[in-house]
């Protein structure tokens, strides 16, 4: 993510807080989404692009408190909200790093919290992220060698639907992407942002599919966010080119 993407989150983190929990049907989407990371009592699960934390409660209640949470994210002003949202946690912990490039092998901002559970990752959830990275295909495949054997990776993104209905509901999905793509000042784009954003997701959910042995796929909110789980073979399958 670039610096003015980091600043343009950053600033409207306050906005995208009260959009995560307050937005109609997204309490659903966000126990489908741990129901996906098949996760026990005692696992430990890392969600990377955590933003305001609102999924981290949810991710704890799944492992309980024998269990392990950790939220990654780039921006420093929605983990502020995300560490406020879980202070009461203790297995809950909220670090500063780039899902592309975890913090894994060091104590950045996290006393090496990754550094002590390398291996040990049961699942990674990833929701709406894949669509702000360079090369989320790549991102994928290195969440799946992250989780390793039976491991698990679970992606939610916004996509166009291609529901029957699906010309309103995409003309809304579109001028929503545009107004929160920065920098929103922008009247014309060499590409249109909603294409790009399908290109990347349909790369991402399609690489996971790749990887994984057993895949399950959703379509929630009017046929605009994917969910895709997946967990990795026994054995790594190899689908890089």
Not at 7 to 17: H, I, S
Not at 76 to 103: C, F, I, K, W
Request: contains cysteine; proline residues 7%; glycine residues 10%.
């Amino acid at each position: 993510m670039t610096e003015s993407a980091r600043e343009f989150y950053g600033r409207w983190a306050r906005l995208y807080d009260l959009i995560a929990r307050r937005t109609p049907g997204i309490a659903r989407l966000r126990d489908r989404a741990a129901a996906a990371c098949r996760l026990e009592p005692g696992d430990t699960v890392v969600e990377m692009g955590c933003g305001t934390g609102a999924n981290l409660p949810v991710l704890r209640e799944r492992v309980g408190p024998e269990g392990t949470v950790i939220g990654l994210d780039v921006t420093r002003p929605v983990l502020e909200r995300a560490r406020a949202a879980t202070a009461a946690y203790d297995n809950v912990h909220v670090l500063q790093g780039d899902a592309t490039q975890p913090p894994i092998g060091g104590g950045r901002d996290g006393a090496g919290v990754l550094d002590t559970i390398a291996g040990d990752i049961d699942a990674v959830l990833a929701t709406f992220v894949v669509g702000m990275l360079a090369e989320p295909a790549d991102a994928v495949d290195d969440w799946c060698d992250l989780v390793g054997a039976d491991g698990t990776v679970v992606l939610a993104n916004a996509a166009r639907s291609g529901e029957w209905y699906a010309p309103p509901v995409n003309a809304v999905f579109r001028a929503i992407v545009v107004l929160s793509t920065p920098p929103t000042t922008k009247l014309r784009y060499e590409s249109e942002p909603h294409r790009r954003l399908d290109e990347k997701i349909g790369a991402a959910h399609a690489r996971l599919r790749e990887r994984a042995v057993a895949v399950a796929d959703e379509t929630h909110v009017f046929g605009v966010v994917r969910l895709t789980g997946g967990r990795l073979p026994a054995r790594p399958i190899d689908s890089r080119p």
